[in-house]
C-alpha cells in the first residue's frame, strides 16, 4: 500500500534532510518539478527524485543538523500543504543562484537558522509531482546576518566576491547537487 499525503509530505522533507534515494524513489514522481529551483543550483532542476537529492544536497552544504519539523498538514484530492520550519547551522557556504550562474554567496557563520515555511505539493498516484514555497527567506537572512547587513557579514561577502571564493563556493556547492542527481541515475534506484 501507498504512503497518503501527509506521509508523502513528511517524506519529502525527509529526502532534503537526509539525501535517501530510496526513499526519493518512493516518495517523487520520474515527472516532478520544483518550482523554486530557480534559485538553486542547476541540479536541483533536474525532473523527478534526482533534482529533489541535489536540492537536499545544496541544503546540507550549508546548513548542518537540517531539519524540518512539520507544524501542520492540511490535503485536499491532489494537493498538501505542509507548513513548518526550517532549521539548522550556517556552517557551510550559502550559495543562490541566478539563471545557474551565482548570484549571492554568505560565508559561513556559524549560526543558527529557524524560520516558518510553507509548501504546496501536488499529488498523482501515490506520488510528489510538484512542488512551491511561500518561505520568510527574510527572517532566515536576518538570522545569517544578511538582511539587514551586519558589517562583518558584509565585509566578508564582499571579500569572498572579490577575491573568487564566491565563485568558487558556487562551483563546488553545484558539483556536490550534480553529484547527489548522478548517483541517483546511475545507482541501482534508477529503474525503479
Known sequence: MGMDAAELAHGLFRILETGDPALAADVVAADFHNRDSVVSPPACAIPGPAGVLASGAWMRSAFSDL???VLGV???EGQVWVRLRMK???TGPF???RDGALDQAVPPTGREI???QIHVLDLRDGKVIRHEAVRDDITMLGQLGVFP???ATAVRMLSWRLTGRATRAAGHVAKQAADAAALFHNGPLENR
Do not use: L, S
Request: net charge positive; glycine share 6%.
Open 74 to 76: 492540511a490535503r485536499n
Open 67 to 69: 531539519h524540518f519539523p
Open 114 to 116: 529557524d524560520f516558518e
Open 95 to 97: 550559495v543562490r543562484f
Open 149 to 151: 547587513p551586519a558589517p
Open 88 to 90: 539548522g547551522r550556517h
